[in-house]
């Protein structure tokens, strides 16, 4: 019994360390020598959950060995903390891995070998563990996707698929946050996404962002894994998460609608009203912003950060070449702004005034 406690000290304190940066110390060695540990726990979870003393002292041994020195709770970064976790032991230890960045690129490969060792023969328990392991490969590596594939500012590669893609991946990590940190901490998603905006080049991680804003809100057929697991995937959820931390992160929202092109934008805007009144804002406030130069005979801003008078026009264009209600809105508020700007029908008064008129809406 006092061997079976030991070998549960080490898996549990091998769980701790994959999630810190000693991980940059492993090699393909020691992440096999890991996985082993964690599968023979697995076993030890199977082969001992109807044995109610072993099972109560495996327990207790977890509870105390988490604990904080001074006994006030769990220690900050717990291992195993229930015998439950013992049957998920490898799952438990794979995730934390493809989170943990410090994890080196031989290791990392190692551990990508391990979930997708490709066709072969194994036992029923063993490929029902493949499955799962190959769903939380999937979920998980959308975060090493996004930060170490495509996103070359210049690079070739960056197509619409590999965007689509990218899409994908990110609205099924979030997803997956979603169902890790529960209602109770419901900031899971917008930590994550905060996290990325930090790491990753921002031009083409707003790209990402819209491309995901413009899937479809679910999936027509769930996949085999989401089945089995009762709790599918929905794209819908995601794509909430995504407007919340927008409307949350006025300067990101700026940004994104600055950046990225009329036309896509324009696209946004009729999926997600929210963020379609957040972007006919900004461009009200990008043309208050601009004074027409008699001499140049055009609008112009004050600073050079101002957007250009073709700019404003091109995205008012864009927004008017789309559908109604959209188009009748936008419209609308140029109309309104017109009004609050003394009604004008003169050009060179009134950029509202001006933009009515090239857009061709008669004003």
Partial sequence: METLLQHLDRISEVLAVSRTPHVSSWDAVAVRRALRWARYMRHVHRRFGCHVPIRTA?????????????????????GLTNFRDLGRCDILLSQRLLDNRALGDAA?????????????????????????????????????????????ENSAAWDDSLVKTQAELLLERLQERLQEVGKVQAEGPSKLLSSLWQRLPRNNFLEVIAAALLLPSSSPRPSKEELES???????????????WLLGKSDIMATFCRSLSASLLTSVAGRHPELFQIY???????????????QKGIWVGAEARDVPWEELYGRFQSLCQAPSPLK???????????????????PGLSIWTDLLLALGSGA
Avoid: I, M
Avoid at 233 to 243: D, I, K, N, P, S
């Fill in 108 to 152: 990392f490969h190692c551990l990508l070998q391990q979930l997708f060792p490709g066709p072969g023969v194994r036992d029923p328990e063993e490929e029902t563990l493949q499955g799962c392991l190959a769903l939380l490969a999937r979920r998980r590596s959308a975060v090493h996707l996004l930060r170490f594939h495509g996103f070359g």
């Fill in 328 to 346: 009748d809105e936008v419209l609308r508020a140029l109309e309104s702004c017109k009004a609050q700007d003394g009604d004008f029908e003169v």
């Fill in 58 to 78: 495996l327990e207790r041994r977890l509870q105390n060995h988490w604990k904080q020195e001074d006994g006030s709770g769990p220690a900050a970064v717990p």
């Fill in 280 to 294: 006919l804002g900004l461009l009200t406030e990008w043309g208050r912003h601009l004074h027409y130069d008699l």
């Fill in 230 to 244: 009762g709790s599918p995937r929905t794209q819908g959820e995601g794509c909430q998460e995504l407007v919340h």
